[in-house]
């Protein structure tokens, strides 16, 4: 069975700290694909990351920077600096090889960033 | 290039009544796939619409159907409403390619009410 779980309902920082959301996914495909998406309030999901799985390079977009570890069946998402726009609920998902669209979520992680 | 949108914004709905949700596809999107997220929770795959035919349905019951058209906007139909439901129900499209893609474009939903 595949499934993604996000152990971390709430998280809550202050504006300029560094947080990591975790995610943890269970999965006995050898060739699968993750993503994050931010949800602000208005709803949308934003696509953040797509990572396959044979793809361990970490990797820095900015502010973000994603670690992937087959190891541990990981895929931690980091924003250092945080500001306060990136308050929003993060979501974790996992697609299979044949239908990269048919995406299996985690609960997500309510990030608060204060000012 | 226009966006994913929906419509309605909110619906409220009585139980055991139908409602029919509405999306249109981003410009050169050719897959259409739905997603029910309750409150609190992450969303979940109902099924996928690629070239007007259903591409992948996920655990949902017969009484959720959907359709897409020749411009490759869908509709995403609920009889007998049951209170559960209620729930933010996404749209995202991709494409152009064969169904599955690596990135989807989301909506901003349709909040559905039922009474």
């Known amino acids: 069975a595949q499934k993604v779980t996000q152990a971390q309902t709430e998280i809550s920082v202050v504006e300029k700290e560094d947080v990591t959301l975790d995610c943890v996914y269970e999965?006995?495909?050898?060739?699968?694909?993750l993503f994050w998406y931010k949800q602000p309030p208005s709803g949308e999901l934003v696509f953040l990351i797509r990572?396959?799985?044979?793809?361990?390079q970490n990797e820095i977009s900015g502010r973000y920077s994603w670690n992937f570890q087959k190891s541990t069946s990981s895929f931690n998402f980091t924003i250092t600096a945080s500001q306060v726009v990136d308050s929003a609920v993060y979501f974790c998902?996992?697609?299979?090889?044949?239908?990269?669209?048919?995406?299996?979520f985690g609960t997500g992680t309510r990030l608060q960033v204060f000012p | 290039e226009t966006g994913v949108t929906q419509s309605p914004t909110h619906l409220i709905k009585t139980r055991g009544q139908q409602v029919t949700l509405r999306c249109s596809s981003q410009?050169?999107?050719?897959?259409v796939s739905w997603y029910q997220q309750a409150l609190g929770q992450g969303p979940q795959f109902i099924f996928q619409?690629?070239?007007?035919?259903?591409?992948g349905r996920g655990n949902f019951p017969p009484r959720f159907s959907g359709l897409q058209f020749p411009n490759y906007s869908s509709e995403l139909n609920v009889n007998a409403l049951e209170l559960d439901d209620s729930a933010l129900y996404l749209c995202?499209?991709?494409?152009?390619?064969?169904?599955?893609?690596?990135?989807?474009?989301f909506g901003p939903g349709t909040r559905l009410t039922v009474t």
């Open positions: 998902a996992l697609g299979n090889e044949y239908n990269t669209d048919k995406l299996i």
């Open positions: 995202a499209s991709s494409g152009p390619g064969n169904g599955s893609s690596y990135e989807q474009y």
């Open positions: 990572r396959n799985s044979f793809d361990e």
């Open positions: 410009s050169g999107h050719n897959t």
């Open positions: 619409y690629y070239r007007e035919e259903e591409n």
């Open positions: 999965t006995r495909d050898t060739t699968y694909y």
